[in-house]
């Protein structure tokens, strides 16, 4: 089935994680995707995306997807999203945690939407020291402006056509997760902070 919106992913994944559908998760990678492990290790490929979602099925997950965002350009999606799991089949036993997930989506030849990344437990928010600490971001292959309430991203790789990169798609994640640490900062102040993503 194919999927017509890229923000319908994460709800998927959390459906299908939870009823142990291998098929129906590997269903949701194109061909060549990337899956991030909890340790930060990359899986490429169908065979070793499968690899890492059978030992998390193996782990009776039930998985809910409790937030998500997505910025749309062309055939790209960048999204972000909190979600929680609980391991374990019996109902208020076994361990539960939470976490933020940042994944990159592509529209596909039928219109609907893969995930081409996909990093569950965010590559930032697995780094021990605070951003603040590390001074600014910087960013060779995108523009990242503040102004006030609005964050702008421009995709900067003109001569590639804004193809997606691996460096684009860190520094992608990386600028997504400076204007969710700004929503956090805004959060009296429901709708204060925009985003937008552009190229050029």
């Keep these: 089935m194919s999927v017509s919106d890229p923000m319908e992913l994460p709800r998927l994944f959390a459906e299908r994680a939870s009823a142990g559908d291998l098929e129906g998760l590997i269903g949701l990678y194109e061909d060549g ?18 690899e ?33 799991m609980r391991l374990g089949a019996d109902e208020g036993a076994g361990t539960s945690f939470e976490s933020s ?20 437990v965010s590559t930032v928010a697995r780094e021990p020291a605070s951003r603040a600490a590390e001074g600014p971001a910087k960013f060779e292959q995108l523009l ?12 900067n790789r ?31 102040d429901p709708g204060r902070w925009r985003d937008l993503l552009r190229w050029r």
């Excluded at 609907?112 to 996909?118: A, E, H, N, R, S």
């Design 33 to 50: 995707a990337t899956l991030v492990g909890p340790d930060g290790v990359p899986a490429a490929g169908n065979q070793a995306i499968r």
């Design 52 to 84: 890492r979602l059978q030992q998390l099925i193996a782990m009776t997950p039930r998985i809910s997807s409790t937030r998500s965002r997505a910025m749309v350009v062309g055939d790209i999606a960048l999204m972000s999203g909190d979600w929680q």
């Design 101 to 120: 997930s940042t994944e990159v989506a592509r529209r596909q030849h039928d219109g609907g939407w893969l995930y081409v990344i996909d990093d569950p």
């Design 144 to 155: 990242y402006e503040q102004d006030g309430p609005v964050a702008r991203i421009t995709l």
């Design 158 to 188: 003109p001569d590639r056509h804004n193809a997606l990169s691996m460096r684009l798609s860190e520094e992608l994640t990386t600028a997504l997760e400076l204007v969710r640490d700004n929503d956090r900062e805004g959060a009296g």
